[in-house]
């Protein structure tokens, strides 16, 4: 593995144990699909969370909440759609949060930064896939 899917796969581990810490459960991780990859999925409470997270090192030259574009939105919606339709959830409400981490650049990262951005974007505007979900 490369230093990027070191620091990558760093960052997701550390997501996933904020929101266990937070009281989420994790109900899948790198769920890939031909269009996307949705790096977390969890429940909070009766609530179906899709997790992006983004894992900058430091010095870079953007924010990781930055690189969500309208394409990056689009792919995130369409392959929860995609995972829904795989799997019998049971959700009240749904909504697609972005983790934004900067990590030291050592061989073994460390984190210098986190925020969490609960409700990060919404699937309005896309109503061909949000009839999906």
């Known amino acids: 593995m490369n230093k990027k899917h070191i620091r990558g796969r760093f960052g997701e581990d550390y997501t996933a144990d904020y929101l266990i810490r937070k009281g989420m459960r994790i109900i899948s991780r790198n769920f890939r699909r031909r269009g996307g990859e949705l790096d977390i999925v969890a429940m909070d409470g009766d609530e179906l969370v899709v997790v992006e997270v983004k894992t900058r090192k ?5 924010e990781g909440i930055e690189a969500i574009t309208y394409n990056k939105k689009k792919s995130i919606i369409l392959t929860a759609a995609k995972f829904l339709s795989e799997n019998e959830i049971k959700y009240s409400g749904m909504r697609f ?34 009839a999906m979900l």
């Open 58 to 62: 430091f010095g870079g030259l953007t």
């Open 97 to 130: 949060d972005v983790a934004d981490i900067t990590v030291t650049t050592d061989e073994i990262p460390a984190v210098l930064d986190f925020s969490y951005y609960e409700d990060a974007f919404t699937a309005d505007g896309f109503d061909k896939i949000t």
